[in-house]
């Protein structure tokens, strides 16, 4: 890291903890939160869909495993939420596991390896929509308690707290893969996986790994979620929404980069809340969404990350 | 177990809602056998033709069989149109950001559509095609067997249309080898056009012959896209034929799940045939081998 890249990033962290006593209002913070919260879906996505390039159109399935793993052990076994918090990330890890052996065991890539991870979401969705022990369609109710040893809290500011936690850690995750030998076997399965394969990289041992990181995860978000909420039911849990919604941060952001799906977020977090005030219209926001999503894959093609990383190569070039 | 009699209905029923499945998925296999890319926009566009038919029929009192050459031919001239302004002009030649585009496209269509056109599940009611149409111990409303034979029909000449005419010539090339075809003279960009125009066009065909049948509403197209990308994957991408052995074979799938299975647990059906071709034979059943 450069020094300058330094100096920002230490500016970042105290302008980010900093936030919720500048904020408004309840609700400000609460935007905050949930546009942290997708920056750490999005970053999950990110390891697999972004570092690793296997695209996925469900990884909805492994959020909605941790929220159900851990929302079950809650409310129907009574367990502590904190505790519940890991199994839910070990749940949504070993799905990916699964997901990821059976499918790159099939040789399955691009879109082909796309599609069926969305089948598998249709697949846990229909499931949990049938299932006794996920009480069907009505979904799970978690009691309101709200004390922070229940993981549950009257103000915002600490939902923020720990969904800053999560986002660094994510962040971490993600520069700890930037940097290490795994990292690097990802990029090259990535960049040509019959070229890692010859150079003698594990690529079914690496991308199933991938998987079952970016699917843990996915999977303590999944609690995050279900405690803020109190509340999880099969659309929510394995809808298609939530897939589209991790992947867009990490591509519109920049897929493969470290900051990508936190800046993405950031900048679609805006532009919902800001076509939200805009218009009360029902549909009418999601219309200029939609075109603005359009429009900045049409004016940047590698993310908005790219065009931080243009303007730096640029002044690279000039100081040299 | 359900009886001879019933399971028969059940797989003639599966066969008449397969026609529809066929049409949406050789409109999404020709884009994805020539383009290499994977359409997001396919439901919300469906949906867009079916209105288009809603609206024929409910205002201008258009037989929505008679609409079907006005409906598939705007969803030509709309598909052209959206690649030439939109799709291949902001892709920069990447995938990725196709796929981003049309699942922009698709946010923004499915919501104008709910904008101006509201929430509410629009039907129409054609009387003739209400009526039943006896097959030995079956009955059949007849909506469905015309939309059996046309859809047949539309494959048939489709696919005599790629295979002896210039431009479906010119397509196939394009498929096969994008430089040589270029390198020969063939404009690809406006083939690609084209092609993403038919691939939209069988949408329309597939609204007029779904309307009398089904109902519309913004998020109708939802319902198709999944059960279109599986009858894709499950024929093999790319292939017509595919399309068309996937598409009755997942409408006899999804009739036979809900009858075994509840109405509920009986849509696991798909998903699971979906899964089981990819892991045991990931070119899918037609589909030429990598």
């Not at chain 2, 431009?167 to 090339?173: C, D, E, Q, V």
Request: proline content about 3%; aromatic content about 10%.
């Amino acid at each position: 890291m450069t020094p300058r890249a330094r100096l920002l990033l230490a500016l970042g962290a105290v302008a980010a903890l900093a936030l919720p006593l500048v904020l408004p209002s309840n609700y400000a913070v609460n935007v905050a939160v949930m546009i942290l919260f997708s920056a750490f879906l999005g970053q999950a996505w990110n390891i697999a869909g972004g570092f690793a390039g296997q695209t996925s159109f469900g990884h909805v399935v492994f959020f909605g495993t941790g929220a159900y793993a851990s929302t079950i052990l809650h409310a129907t076994w009574g367990w502590n939420p904190w505790l519940a918090w890991p199994v839910a990330a070990l749940a949504g890890g070993a799905v990916g596991l699964g997901i990821g052996a059976l499918a790159f065991r099939a040789g399955l890539r691009g879109s082909y390896f796309a599609l069926v991870t969305l089948a598998f979401a249709e697949v846990f969705r229909i499931l949990a929509n049938s299932a006794e022990f996920t009480r069907g369609g009505l979904g799970i109710l978690i009691k309101a308690d709200a004390r922070a040893a229940n993981f549950q809290f009257k103000d915002p500011a600490s939902l923020y707290y720990i969904a800053l936690a999560l986002v660094a850690a994510s962040l971490a995750i993600a520069w700890w893969l930037r940097r290490s030998r795994f990292g690097a076997q990802l990029a090259a399965i990535r960049e040509n996986e019959d070229a890692a394969r010859a150079l003698g990289i594990d690529v079914l041992r690496a991308k199933t790994l991938c998987m079952g990181i970016s699917g843990a995860m996915a999977g303590a978000g999944g609690t995050f979620y279900a405690q803020k909420y109190l509340y999880i039911d099969p659309s929510i849990a394995f809808g298609v929404e939530k897939s589209v919604e991790m992947l867009l941060v990490s591509m519109i952001g920049g897929a493969g980069t470290v900051f990508g799906p936190l800046v993405g977020a950031i900048a679609l977090g805006f532009v919902g809340e800001a076509t939200r005030a805009l218009t009360s219209a029902q549909g009418l926001g999601l219309v200029v969404y939609g075109m603005i999503l359009v429009a900045i894959v049409a004016r940047l093609p590698d993310g908005l990350i790219g065009l931080f990383a243009r303007r730096i190569r640029r002044r690279g070039g000039r100081d040299a | 177990m359900p009886s001879i009699d019933i399971l028969l209905a059940g797989i003639v029923n599966g066969l008449a809602a397969g026609a529809v499945y066929v049409l949406v998925a050789v409109g999404l296999t020709l884009i994805y056998g020539v383009l290499h890319i994977v359409n997001f926009a396919h439901g919300s566009l469906l949906m867009l033709a079916m209105y288009a038919t809603y609206f024929l029929f409910a205002k201008a009192g258009v037989d929505p069989y008679a609409a079907l050459p006005i409906v598939a031919g705007g969803a030509f001239a709309l598909g052209y149109a959206l690649y030439r302004g939109v799709i291949g002009r902001f892709a920069h030649g990447k995938d990725e950001n196709i796929l981003l585009i049309t699942l922009g496209l698709s946010i923004a269509l499915d919501n104008l559509a709910l904008f101006l056109f509201t929430g509410d599940t629009q039907t129409i009611d054609v009387a003739h095609a209400q009526r039943m149409v006896e097959f030995g111990p079956l009955f059949l409303p007849r909506a469905k067997v015309i939309a059996f034979a046309a859809a047949l029909a539309i494959c048939a000449a489709l696919g005599l249309w790629m295979a002896r005419s210039d431009t479906g010539k010119a397509i196939r090339a394009v498929a096969k080898e994008r430089q040589g075809a270029r390198l020969v003279g063939i404009d690809v960009d406006h083939v690609f056009a084209v092609s993403y125009g038919i691939g939209i066009a069988c949408l329309g065909a597939a609204a007029c012959l779904l309307m009398p049948s089904f109902y519309v509403s913004p998020s109708s197209g939802h319902a198709f896209v999944l059960i279109a990308f599986t009858t894709v994957v499950l024929g093999g991408m790319g292939s017509f034929p595919g399309a068309l052995a996937g598409g009755f074979a997942i409408g006899v799938i999804e009739s036979l799940g809900g009858l075994l299975l509840g109405e509920q647990l009986g849509q696991i059906g798909i998903s699971l045939a979906f899964i089981l071709v990819l892991l045991l034979r990931p070119t899918g059943l037609f589909g030429a081998r990598r």
